[in-house]
């Protein structure tokens, strides 16, 4: 969970167990969601991909951030479908991510079909198709989340990111910044800050709350990655 973002996991009723069928539990019971790195009091940043409702998700920075997030997608039994004009951005990663085993698959712009995500085998699509990208032709589905990358905030189209459920904001240029204010009612302070936001950092925003997020990769990532970067 992001702090007051409540980023978390599919919200289902929950279940009682007595003492006596505590020991047949196997399975960790905790949040679902993927660690996308810490706030400002340090804390955990939790994000809740999966849920039995469609869930969206627009992103305005670089595919360094998204491409961690789809490995850790991945790394906790999700599918992931990448549709991009950018494949050489991806292979890599996909064919890193699977251990042998088709998790992440790369597909043209337009040619992505329907996953047939269900709440046993979740699908994260990643949309990596510019800054103006065509309609998604994938209907809405419960158990799969879209992310749509853009690489910069077009002020023409900025008024798309009110209907996105969760915005991820790295460091625009001014007009951008101003755009993104006037569409999700940043304060100032959150507006001024935009344009100067370090590499790792994220302000993330829902129709409520923000946060500034750092991201932390892994060794693993990093080497696999190399180091946080904004610009691809």
Do not use: K
Not at 12 to 24: D, F, I, S
Not at 34 to 50: C, M, N, S, Y
Request: proline fraction near 10%; charge should be neutral; hydrophobic fraction near 40%.
């Amino acid at each position: 969970m992001i702090g007051g973002l409540r980023l978390r996991g599919p919200l289902l009723e929950r279940h009682a167990l007595t003492v006596e069928h505590l020991g047949a539990l196997t399975l960790p019971v905790s949040d679902d969601g993927i660690v996308i790195g810490h706030d400002q009091e340090r804390t955990p940043a939790v994000l809740g991909l999966f849920r039995p409702e469609p869930y969206e998700i627009s992103f305005v920075g670089g595919a360094y951030l998204v491409q961690v997030i789809a490995l850790r997608a991945a790394a906790i039994g999700a599918r992931v479908a990448i549709e991009s004009g950018r494949p050489h951005l991806w292979t890599a990663m996909a064919q890193q991510a699977g251990g042998g085993q088709p998790c992440v698959t790369v597909h043209p712009v337009g040619r992505l079909g329907p996953q047939g995500p269900s709440a046993a085998s979740p699908v994260l699509v990643v949309r990596d198709c510019g800054a103006r990208p065509p309609r998604n032709r994938l209907a809405a589905t419960p158990w799969q989340t879209t992310l749509t990358l853009l690489p910069f905030l077009d002020p023409a189209s900025a008024g798309r990111l009110a209907d996105a459920d969760l915005v991820g904001l790295q460091r625009i240029s001014p007009p951008e910044a101003e755009a993104a204010a006037r569409v999700l009612d940043l304060d100032d302070p959150d507006a001024d800050a935009l344009p100067s936001l370090a590499d790792e950092l994220t302000l993330w925003c829902t129709r409520r709350s923000r946060r500034y997020v750092l991201l932390t990769p892994t060794q693993v990532e990093s080497a696999f990655l190399g180091p946080p970067r904004r610009l691809d």
